[in-house]
T-cell receptor, first 108, second 117 residues
Framework: AQRVTQPEKLLSVFKGAPVELKCNYS??????LFWYVQYSRQRLQLLLR??SRESIKGFTADLNKGETSFHLKKPFAQEEDSAMYYC??????????FGKGTKLSVKP | KAGVTQTPRYLIKTRGQQVTLSCSPI?????VSWYQQTPGQGLQFLFE???????NKGNFPGRFSGRQFSNSRSEMNVSTLELGDSALYLC????????????????FGSGTRLTVV
């Protein structure tokens, strides 16, 4: 089965604290993984792709095939990082398979 | 460049009616996908169109249909609306994932919020 699991519905941290949003996937073959972010009242936006190994807004994510994980990390959270974060896997038919999302709340 | 445009932004319909939603992709994008977003089920894939052909379909009843025009614009139709169809419907456009390219991640529109009463 092709599946994405985000175990935390809500993650609350203080400003300046490290953040790790967990994502686990189930996929046979080489996965293509993404993180999308949805700020309040804004559209879903692509944050980063594992294939490009980029760092956007201080966030990074490393694909760990052994643990089938693609956790999103940021060393120092900012209040403007508060948003819904979705991990997504490109399925074998091309469609994106999303996790249920994690709401990140960064408190001042 | 212009983003993905979805119209209308909001719709209120009664049960049993039908509705048509529209999506204009980013210029040059030939793939258009539709997703349904609800608080309970999250983001679920409806279907993908590429070059006017439905290339992939999710697990939704036949009441959900779509089409794509030669200019890549796409429409989604839901017939015989049910209360459970109330959701945010998102359109995403992208290049052809099958042939690769730098633009792997789809770009989403702001969505059409459909309320069925």
């Amino acid at each position: 089965a092709q599946r994405v699991t985000q175990p935390e519905k809500l993650l609350s941290v203080f400003k300046g604290a490290p953040v790790e949003l967990k994502c686990n996937y189930s996929y046979s073959g080489s996965p293509e993984l993404f993180w999308y972010v949805q700020y309040s009242r804004q559209r879903l936006q692509l944050l980063l792709r594992h294939i490009s190994r980029e760092s956007i807004k201080g966030f990074t994510a490393d694909l760990n095939k052994g643990e089938t994980s693609f956790h999103l990390k940021k060393p120092f959270a900012q209040e403007e990082d508060s948003a819904m974060y979705y991990c997504a896997l490109r399925g074998s038919q091309g469609n994106l398979i999303f996790g249920k999302g994690t709401k990140l709340s960064v408190k001042p | 460049k212009a983003g993905v445009t979805q119209t209308p932004r909001y719709l209120i319909k009664t049960r049993g009616q039908q509705v048509t939603l529209s999506c204009s992709p980013i210029s040059g994008h030939r793939s258009v996908s539709w997703y349904q977003q609800t608080p309970g089920q999250g983001l679920q894939f409806l279907f993908e169109y590429f070059s006017e052909t439905q290339r992939n379909k999710g697990n939704f009843p036949g009441r959900f249909s779509g089409r794509q025009f030669s200019n890549s614009r796409s429409e989604m139709n839901v017939s015989t609306l049910e209360l459970g169809d109330s959701a945010l419907y998102l359109c995403a456009s992208g290049r052809d994932w099958k042939t690769g390219g730098a633009d792997y991640g789809y770009t989403f529109g702001s969505g059409t919020r459909l309320t069925v009463v």
